[in-house]
């Protein structure tokens, strides 16, 4: 990294800059604000939408100072009437190609093209339009596009082909009929995404959405014969309160379970209850394998993105997952049988709503496999088929929550701090780490540790896999055995350690892999903006409530043991291998060919011989 | 020699008429503009066609087929000032819905596939009665087929506003905004 | 719902061909001929499209997976480049050529013809599948139009005559190569390699399309030279780009020679997009040697061991040529290792073909290109000197600047610097065409003015004239006393003579900006809706609707591309900037002054779609604004 620096001239007076800085870069250290709107730091740089443009003496046309680098000497201006007369025109043109429909817009108020055209003083397009109409694309559980809304910045596709290596989607065409599309248009239900939501959460407008469920649950709500009650994942506490207006990474535990009950939900139970339980039962996977010449290593299952990922494009791995659910869907499948047995309710009358960070767990939740506890009470009650219901009902993003808390009035800081209901509201700081990258690693090295020397940890922090570089080892001496572990996050990462494996040259046993980048804290469902600075104070208030817990080890949260003495009996046993384990599907990567959770087409013809 | 009347003319071409029921909403006020205005053709009066030169010509709507486009023209080589009336004359408003959705697309829709004809129009006819206007390709505000010189937002536009607005145009006086007429929040 | 996915290929969705076993071996082979690299993916297509005449989606998905990466990878470049076809297009596929020039030569009557013969309309495929027709930019032929490329093969100075013969030739199962009665062009033309009816005239030779040219005697040289010297000897003749962009060769050199690495590139820009432009055909097709010869002296001076000759899709029939060209470089040690026996100089030419867009002739666009991706201008910095290929320093020449710089390797810098003026030194070889006597290809010294120019070519009574390209300017009489050069008028070699009759705004501006409007990448917001708003106000104003603030808008709104990403989107708007100010009175003839309001609304246009869907005639009254 250069650190010389250089002096240029901004808007009249002198100011340092690292020597091969952007003009951008240099702008904002001294203090003066260029507008961007493609320009996304650490994601992409197109300098297609012509807005950061600025005057440099000597240059024969406006420069975008996005990309064109300062040199000693530089002389820049970063607003005359030539400059704002550019920047408007090129917002303009966007606009004229914008559907004006701002107020039923997911992204009404925090969409960066509104937001730009505000500051800009843009109060209308003199242009028409010049493109035709397109077709939303609706074929995915997890993320829909409106490819009206495009500008065609092209963060998505950076995002998708660098970050995460899927390529679901990319440009097709020229010049005015350029646009942002899956392969052929089939739509991302329909091809190799992993539903990761991370294009959402780089879209600068509403072009890339959420599914939206916040009325089904509304409509839950508001049935007096339904029991819904909601769990929430651990990203959410420290994700929410940036929805609400705080500060990123404010902790805000207390306060959302409050604002839980105010929207009507009948129990606010904790989704690290089911982190817990997950422990206990990977931990005793991991043990198993590591004693019994298993398949190993054993890579986490809880991130329903790299899930997909492993299916689509790693199909031999699959063997290495681990077969435990996540922790929504043991939560679920708990809920719905023994939560339901111990208070008599009727499974079909629960409905568990979850709130997660992440937009891939729309489609876990709808994973045909994913009806254990249906299955479960089936023969005892003697339902039909017609009966048949999830185990996790819906899945709510961090975004929608915001908006339904906004929608009912829910004030932050107005509300008193109120603990989760039992008995599925008490975890372990094991379980609150669970939202960050070599959260679950740590976890289940907390649980494995104990449980194979049979001795308790003097520090239960695993520093090691802690922090956000994409890849991580870690060596564990449990008695003499050495342990060897990974953690991966973003699957462009995770394609190192599967290649690894692949190769066979893999030295690891267990390996975490989050989709993500930073982890489920940083996931596609959470508040946007989400920058690398954000996840990092969202991870260290995570730590900072995992160190605050009285119990920090998975196996030691009472309610889990009671679990298992009532209703489990004991990790990996018949119980769990029923309601909290899963298997995995082979997809290819046409999926498009035979149906899959998208669209169902006809079989295609077989080729002859 | 008694001062002439200011002679308006109005019509509604693609308009749900809601603006015209706006400017009926001066109410009591009506008895005192009759003093200084006198309607020509206009929905109010019912006189089909311009017999002489107007001062102020009122549209409401868009133009959605070719009769509109015809009435608009009319309007503009009759009236000395034409005035834009409401969303749907100024940026085509909800007819313009349509827009972007191929028109054989809307016709077929209308008498083939929508819900309530489904089924009932075996012989697929779309009508092509002579007396009828063809659609365009897409629905225009009015400021796209003829110029206009003033615009009045609203949808519909205020009682008041429309008054005001008149008051000014046959007075001659200045007229301005109040801010709450174009910003709805 | 457990899936059975099929793990073959053998996707049929569209039934268009059974994928079947020699396909997939034929496909494999492709991908295995070019090193199973994703970033061949240019010629993996183009190759594909040589096999099946189209590129099949099976395909596609089959290369995705061989490849491991995403079908819409391969989409995004597919989709990018006019002439790789996702459908059949025809046994026999036609592209015709719609520049200024050849409508300027009747265009139009030989595309009406060729759709009566066909029986389909451009766009389509005849009924029987013989043959597709379709259009396509300018192809290089602007001396000789109009010209089409039927099935690679180009077929110039078409006549609707002509075209009844070739059409019904084709129908009664003649070959190609039968098809084609005319004699073979001139010099290497009627080579057996290249075999083709194309001819060069080159009407004035110069110091570069010379006689008595020996390959290798520059390369002689420079092994006894070091390599800074070398480029000193560039930077002191002077010589800037012949591209189009004038950039200082020396300083160029000199960059990339200062970048460390240990592969350094050489890029030859023969992509030759602009219209009117044919300049660079000719020299590759009688000078290829001296170009290769510039290439490998290139290498030498900054350090680069490998050659890539960028050739545009067009000019696919010189293919087999410059191959052989490069195979008897390499027997007699001009290419290869320890070149004219100057041990560790090696260097190594391959040929990358283009697969039709202009903005590859742009450096950045033209290395992503040659990356297997879309042709996307790059941010600059870093520029290409830098990093360019693969992140590699590379050069970007182009040909007749590679050639000038064997000449000044031979003769010396004092000698290129004698000629031309004092700011543009040397030569410029021009490809002029359009309304004079003798179109063709011309060497002059800079410095000459346009009025040399036109009474060189035989141009009497001339309107207008284009100056390099539609990216350039169109000037009129008042102007012809301005100089060839890089400080007055400059051209990267085309220049376009528009006689008395012409319209210039309907043929040529219009035409211009439909060019810049197939042509532009999309990236920027700027550029790829400004031509089309420029389009439709100069339809407006052509249709006789236009009101002077018509005018004011186009200057306005032009203004915006300053503010571009690369030179297409700066350029984009000169043909309507220029003419406004260099002919005015065109537009003001046309524009209804006083008034201040015209719509552009045309009712015919509008009804037509209802009318057609109901079956409905329209009668129009006299106003035109009356019932349909």
């Known amino acids: 990294m250069d650190t010389t620096m250089v002096t240029v001239k901004i808007n009249g007076s002198e100011y340092p800059a690292p020597r091969n800085a952007t003009i951008l870069d240099a702008c904002t250290r001294a203090g003066f604000k260029v507008p961007t709107l493609c320009y996304c730091e650490d994601v992409a740089k197109n300098a297609s939408c012509a807005v950061c443009v600025v005057e440099v003496k000597g240059a024969k046309s406006l420069l975008r100072s996005c990309t064109a680098c300062v040199h000693e000497g530089m002389e820049i201006v970063t607003n005359s009437p030539r400059i704002r007369d550019a920047r408007k025109t090129s917002v303009e043109l966007l606009l004229a190609n914008h559907p004006s429909d701002c107020l039923a817009c997911l992204r009404n108020q925090n969409c960066e093209l509104q937001t730009l055209a505000a500051d800009l003083g843009v109060r209308g397009s003199r242009f028409v339009r010049t493109k035709k109409a397109e077709k939303l694309d609706t074929t995915s559980p997890s993320v829909h596009r409106d490819p009206n809304k495009c500008i065609l910045c092209g963060r998505c596709i950076a995002v998708c082909q660098n970050v995460q290596t899927v390529s679901a989607i990319g440009l097709s065409g020229r010049g005015i009929r350029t646009k942002i599309s899956t392969y052929m248009e089939k739509g991302l239900g329909n091809v190799a995404c992993t539903y990761c939501g991370q294009c959402a959460l780089v879209c600068p407008t509403g072009a890339i959405v959420e599914r939206d469920e916040t009325d089904e649950v509304f409509e839950e709500l508001s049935n007096p014969d339904k029991v819904v009650i909601v769990q929430t994942a651990p990203a959410i506490r420290v994700g929410i309160g940036e929805a609400m207006g705080l500060e990123p990474g404010s902790l805000v535990t207390g306060q959302m379970v409050a604002a839980l009950r105010r929207l009507g939900f009948r129990k606010v139970f904790d989704t690290q209850f089911a982190a817990d339980l997950t422990i206990l039962e990977e931990g005793h996977e991991l043990i198993r394998r590591l004693r019994t010449n298993g398949t190993l290593p054993m890579i986490t299952s809880c991130s329903p993105g790299w899930i997909k990922f492993a299916e689509h494009f790693y199909p031999s791995s699959l063997a290495h997952l681990s077969t435990c659910k996540s922790p929504q869907q043991m939560f679920g499948a708990v809920a719905k049988t023994y939560y339901a047995s111990k208070t008599g309710i009727d499974p079909r009358n629960i409905v568990v709503v979850s709130v997660m960070p992440c937009t891939a767990k729309k489609f876990e939740a709808r994973r045909p496999e994913m009806m254990s506890a249906f299955e479960y009470w089936k023969d005892k009650r003697a339902w039909s088929e017609t009966d048949a219901f999830y185990d996790v009902d819906y899945v709510l993003t961090t975004r929608e929550l915001a908006r339904m808390f906004r929608e009912t009035g829910v004030r932050f800081s107005s509300l008193p701090s109120e603990e989760f209901d039992h008995p599925l509201g008490e975890s372990t700081g094991a379980a609150v780490i669970f939202g960050a990258t070599g959260g679950v690693m740590e976890a289940a090295l907390r649980t494995a540790y104990e449980v194979v020397t049979g001795t308790p940890l003097t520090n239960v922090e695993f520093t090691a896999v802690r922090g956000m570089e994409g890849l991580k080892e870690a060596s564990v001496d449990m008695n003499g055995t050495v342990v060897k572990v990974a953690v991966a996050h973003t699957l462009k990462n995770a394609r190192t350690l599967l290649d690894q494996i692949e190769r066979g040259e893999s030295p690891y046993a267990f390996i975490e892999i989050m989709t993500c980048p930073g982890g489920c804290l940083g996931g596609g469902g959470q508040p946007i903006p989400t920058t690398w600075a954000v996840r990092r104070q969202r991870a260290e208030s995570l730590y900072r409530e995992d160190a605050g817990k009285p119990v920090r080890k998975s196996h030691e949260n009472p309610h889990i043991t009671a679990l298992y003495k009532e209703f489990l009996k004991e990790p990996l046993g018949d119980m769990s291998h029923h309601l909290l384990h899963t298997s995995y599907e082979r997809r290819g990567l046409r999926p498009w060919t035979a149906g899959s959770n998208g669209q169902q087409h006809a079989a295609s013809v077989r080729p002859a011989g | ?185 | 719902m457990k899936s059975t996915f099929p793990e073959s290929p053998g996707d049929l969705e569209f039934g268009e061909i059974a994928f079947q076993d020699t396909m997939i071996k034929s496909v494999s082979g492709i991908i295995e001929r070019y090193g199973r690299d994703p970033s061949r993916l240019m010629d993996i297509l183009i190759d594909t499209q040589a096999e099946f005449g189209y590129i099949p989606r099976p395909v596609v998905s089959f290369i995705a997976r061989d490849l491991t990466i995403s079908a819409v990878d391969i989409e995004q470049t597919l989709s990018f480049y006019h002439f790789f076809a996702t459908r059949p297009s025809g046994r026999y596929t036609v592209y015709l050529n719609d520049s200024v020039i050849a409508n300027m030569m009747g265009r139009e009557e030989v595309a009406r013809t060729f759709e009566r013969e066909a029986g389909c309309r451009f766009g389509d495929v005849s009924a029987d599948g013989l043959i597709g027709l379709f259009s396509t930019s300018c192809i290089g032929m602007s001396d000789q139009e109009p010209a089409a490329l039927i099935n690679g093969r180009v077929f110039t100075q078409l006549t609707p005559f002509r075209v009844k013969e070739i059409v019904r030739d084709l129908k009664s199962g003649k070959r190609l190569d039968e098809a084609m009665v005319e004699g073979l062009g001139d010099g290497a033309n009627a080579l057996p390699e290249i075999r083709s009816m194309v001819r060069n005239n080159i009407r004035k030779k110069g110091p570069i399309l010379a006689d008595g040219y020996r390959p290798g005697d520059a390369l002689k040289k420079v092994v006894k030279m070091r390599p800074e010297e070398v480029i000193a000897e560039v930077k002191l003749s002077n010589i800037r780009g012949r591209g189009g962009a004038g950039f200082p060769t020396g300083m160029k050199w000199e960059i990339c020679r200062n970048a460390r690495s240990e592969q350094k590139y050489i890029f030859c820009n023969a992509d030759e997009g602009e219209p009117g432009t044919f300049k660079d055909r000719v020299i590759l097709t009688e000078y290829p040697k001296m170009l290769m010869e510039g290439m490998a002296v290139a290498g030498y001076a900054v350090g680069a061991t490998q050659g890539i000759l960028y050739v545009r899709y067009e000019y696919m029939y010189l293919r087999e040529h410059l191959e052989k060209v490069i195979e008897g470089g390499r027997k007699k040690n001009y290419l290869g290792t320890n070149i004219c026996g100057k041990e560790g100089f090696e260097f190594d030419i391959r040929i990358q073909f283009g697969a039709g867009a202009y903005v590859c002739g742009e450096e950045s666009a033209l290395i992503e290109s040659a990356e297997g991706k879309r042709g996307e201008p790059r941010d600059r910095p870093p520029f290409p000197v830098e990093s360019g290929y693969h992140g590699r320093p590379t050069i970007v020449n182009n040909v007749e600047t590679l050639c000038s710089i064997v000449k000044i390797v031979n003769n010396g810098a004092t000698w290129y610097r004698s000629m031309g003026t004092k700011e543009s030194s040397g030569t410029k070889v021009l490809s002029i065409s359009g309304d004079c006597k003798y179109p063709g290809v011309y060497e002059i010294e800079w410095g000459f003015s346009v009025n040399d120019v036109l009474e060189m070519v035989g141009a009497a009574d001339v309107q207008a004239v284009q100056v390099g390209g539609p990216s350039g300017t169109l000037i009129g009489p008042n102007e012809f006393g301005r100089t060839l050069s890089y400080t007055d008028l400059s051209t990267g070699g085309s220049i376009i003579v528009f006689g008395r009759e012409r319209d210039l705004l309907k043929d040529v501006v219009l035409n211009f900006l439909d060019f810049f409007i197939a042509e532009s990448c999309g990236s920027c917001s700027t550029c790829r809706n400004v031509p089309v708003l420029l389009r439709q106000k100069l339809l407006k104003v052509l249709d006789a609707r236009g009101v002077p603030r018509d005018i004011d808008e186009m200057l306005d709104w032009s203004k915006v591309l300053k503010a571009s990403r690369c030179g297409l989107g700066l350029t984009a708007a000169n043909p309507v900037v220029s003419s406004i100010r260099n002919f005015r009175p065109l537009y003001d003839r046309k524009i209804q002054h006083g008034k201040d309001y015209d719509s552009s609304f045309d009712m015919l246009a509008a009804v037509r779609a209802s009318c057609d869907a109901v079956g409905r005639v329209p009668t129009l009254m006299a106003d035109g604004g009356g019932a349909a």
Do not use: W
């Open chain 2, 1 to 185: 020699m008694e001062k002439k009347k200011t002679v308006v003319a109005t019509a509604s071409l693609a308009g749900c008429f809601g603006c015209h029921m706006s400017i009926l909403d001066i109410d009591e006020r009506i008895l005192s503009l009759i003093d200084l205005v006198e309607f020509h053709r206009s929905p109010i009066t019912d006189i089909k066609h311009f017999t002489e030169y107007c001062d102020i010509g009122i549209i409401e709507g868009s133009c959605c087929n070719s009769e509109n486009v015809q009435v608009l023209r009319e309007f503009r080589r009759h009236c000395r000032v034409l005035v834009s009336l409401g969303e749907c004359a100024i940026m085509g408003g909800v007819p313009a819905m349509r827009n972007g959705i191929p028109v054989r697309e809307c016709i077929e829709e209308a008498y083939l596939n929508g819900p309530s004809v489904k089924g009932h129009n075996p012989e697929m006819v779309l009508p092509n009665d002579p007396e009828l206007p063809m659609l365009l390709d897409r629905v225009y505000p009015c400021h796209e087929i003829v110029k206009v010189d003033h615009f009045l937002p609203g949808c519909p536009p205020r009682a008041d506003l429309i008054y005001d607005t008149l008051a000014a145009l046959i007075t001659g006086g200045e007229l301005h905004l109040p801010y709450e007429t174009v910003k709805y929040d």
